[in-house]
């Protein structure tokens, strides 16, 4: 009779325990039914790009030539159709003896450092939200074999299936093959051609599988090896023999051929991913993260055609004034700065040019941006308008980083980082800066919370730890910090992100120390 006393009693504590997680899982963004993966993430201006590649003509971060390099990359990748004259100090890429200059290094705004196949081999490939899928320089006779700067060359990695044991060619009958008109049979190998919105760039090759290797966000699993599809990019064409993406690329989008879908398909993540982005060029993109339930979240607006990550703004709030305007716009992590057109352009220009308190910039064809404002010398503070928008659905999104700070031939000066488009409105990484955004394609939505990359009480990753040179911050003392809902944001010295790790207990470690003692219970 106690026996089955005890039974009983433990299966009811197993049912209640089990409820009691699920309702504590789904506010925390550390409890997950599949598993999260992540790689950090480098800007192509950060000292660990810079260090690997052993580059070093980049414009001093600040500074208005700065800015001209990072709008004059948008240009060339998106294919804004923008004017622009801008010249760079060109760097030398060698596609096998030949050797071309490129105006800037490196065409894609953010980079991660990833292993494939076995042996693995590490590659570092560009991100990028605006297309679907991953492919590597694959025993190629057209693409970027190394860089050189000065008298230094860096070689890179070129795949190659002949060398990994795990490797296999895709056939022409997998569902993933959208070439198949071109297949002379079911069995034959699948090719693959991409062609990217920059004139005359492209990436040609065949399909593949191999295994890619997987860093878990909890310290206490170990790593996959997933199963991925990706191209073996036999020939590349156009910005990509400059260097546009120079190892590779892995394309973020919705379509079926996506890290993300793939990861989500085998059942080793859900089909989700979050991008965080942190002031000092370091981030993190983590697959699998289906963000939090205190998240701000807006719904995609997907196309039939090309789908993209599409979103509806209701309204526009400069300096507390609203304006009822509905438009939308592509979340794009790979663009630096925010690209609208009219009406929305004009409307938060000219609301944003009323209430600057500081005297115009005098035009300057040389800024990228049209709305700009002088600074007094040894001025240490100022405020300027908050910029909200209201999404479809209700939700606020605040934009934290709607300004640059930057030096004009030693006067320094803020402007507004919104650049005139003549056709497609693009939330760059600027307007995502401060936030950790979420890619949720299982529920179709968009969603938003404050982050800094480095609070593990926010995120499962595991911390990304601050670079240890200082930031280089044009104004000295002066570092943005947006107040959400304000009227006015006010420059002030920006705090330290935090350095403590928490001790405390995740909640898979937590779950599976509670079943544990309810089957203790069922036992006895």
Known sequence: MAATSNFVLGKALVYFLTLFLVVLCRGSVSCYGFGTFGFDIHHKFSDPVRGILGFDEVPQKGTVDYYKVLVHGDHLIKGRHLASDDQTTPLAFYPGNDTVQLGGPFGYLHYANISVGTPSSSYLVALDTGSDLFWLPCDCTSCVRGIRSGDEITEFNIFSPNASSTSKKVSCNSSLCDLQRRCPSQTSTCPYQVVYLSNGTSSTGYLVEDVLHLTTDDSKLKGVKAPITFGCGTVQTGSFLEGAAPNGLIGLGIEAISVPSLLAKEGYTSNSFSMCFGREGLGRIRFGDNGSV???????????????????????????????????????????????????????????????????????????????????????????????????????????????????????????????????????????????????????????????????????????????????????????????????????????????????????????ILLIICQFFVIV
């Open 294 to 512: 205190d998240q701000g979240e807006t719904p995609f607006s997907l196309r039939e055609t090309h789908p993209t990550y599409n979103v509806t703004i209701t309204q526009i709030n400069v300096g507390g004034t609203d304006a009822n305007l509905e438009f939308s716009a592509i979340f794009d992590s790979g663009t630096s700065f925010t690209y609208l057109n009219d009406p929305a352009y004009t409307q938060i220009s000219e609301s944003f040019n009323k209430m600057a308190n500081e005297d115009r910039h005098s035009s300057n064809s040389s800024i990228p941006f049209e709305y700009c404002y002088v600074l007094r010398p040894n001025q240490t503070s100022f405020e300027y308008p908050a910029l909200n928008f209201t999404m479809k659905g209700g939700h606020v999104y605040p934009v934290k980083e709607s300004i640059v700070v930057a030096s004009d031939n030693g006067t320094l000066i803020y402007c507004l980082g919104v650049v005139k488009s003549e056709n497609v409105n693009i939330i760059g990484q600027n307007f995502m800066t401060g936030y950790r955004i979420t890619f949720d394609r299982e529920k179709l939505i968009l969603g938003w919370k404050d982050s800094n990359c480095f609070d593990e009480e926010e995120t499962s990753t595991l911390p990304i730890k601050p670079s240890s040179s200082p930031a280089m911050s044009p104004a000295g003392t002066l570092s943005p910090e947006a107040t959400s809902g304000s009227v006015n944001n006010t420059i002030k010295p920006e705090a330290a992100p935090p350095r403590n790790h928490s001790s405390k207990l995740n909640s898979f470690s937590f779950m599976f």
